[in-house]
């Protein structure tokens, strides 16, 4: 699990106080976090600041029960619409904005770069929470596109750890399997417990995000993270200016990254093409 949302200095903008509260991806629906993200977000308008960073959804929930006047800049969150931060992307319309972690349309290319560097993978587990709006969108895009690359698909994971670890087990009991992970809570709180069952049942996997890859994980393709944080400090200084989050759009994602773990490839028999490791960001060896 998560360690749950905690709060840290983050220096100053011109001269004025910012804090932030970064929930490290804990689950919005775990008692004990959501406890933990309550009191936290407390303190902090309490602390009267002009602008909060928010990362991921479970912080920028607390946040949203705590204050409807603060401004509030969330990062990683991958639909604030259904999550009911803000009415409309185009239109926020309260205290609250940002950037999404991912746009649906990207799960489609998880399928396509899966079959590039595992060509022979007929079978796709997609590890998701179906409890969640953003996981059910993501699967939605990735069936668009399975027929045409000759895959059958095949919804796992569940709601925690146990279901990730049945769904995956009984998933790679027959042959000529892959995963795909998709971006949600879920599957970053039990990153270490994918990419464990990955290998220990020799399934090729892909996942949203780079932090994965070095993990062990074979190849990941996703938002820049480092882009997203610069991208809210551009939102901070404008707030922190005059402007108001309501008249300030919720942005998507608009620089991606490629992740390949050649190490994992070996292991599993693969040999990548060149082709996708010229266009690789960042290669472990």
Known sequence: ????????????????????????????????????????????????????????????????????????????????????????????????????????????????????????????????????????????????????????LRPIGGHDADDIKRTVTAFAEELNGGLISVASPLTADHRSLIVSLAAQHRLPAIYPFRFFVPEGGLISYGPSSIDHYRRAASYVDRILKGEKPADLPVQAPTKFELAINLKTATALGLTVPQALLARADEVIE
Request: proline share 6%; glycine share 10%.
């Open 1 to 152: 699990m998560g360690q749950g949302p905690r709060l840290r200095a983050a220096g100053r903008c011109q001269g004025r106080p910012q804090r932030t509260i970064a929930g490290d991806s804990a689950r919005s629906g775990d008692a004990a976090d959501a406890q933990s993200a309550s009191k936290a977000a407390a303190e902090l308008v309490a602390s009267a600041p002009d602008v909060i960073i928010a990362t991921a959804s479970a912080a920028t929930a607390a946040l949203q029960a705590a204050t409807r006047t603060v401004p509030v800049v969330f990062t990683m969150v991958a639909d604030p619409v259904s999550a009911g931060f803000v009415a409309s992307l185009a239109r926020p319309s309260g205290n609250i904005t940002g950037f999404t972690s991912i746009e649906y349309a990207i799960a489609a290319k998880w399928l396509e770069l899966l079959k590039d560097i595992a060509p022979n993978v007929k079978r796709v587990g997609v590890i998701r929470d179906p409890s969640v709006g953003a996981s059910i969108g993501q699967f939605g895009a990735i069936q668009s596109v399975a027929p045409a690359l000759g895959v059958e």
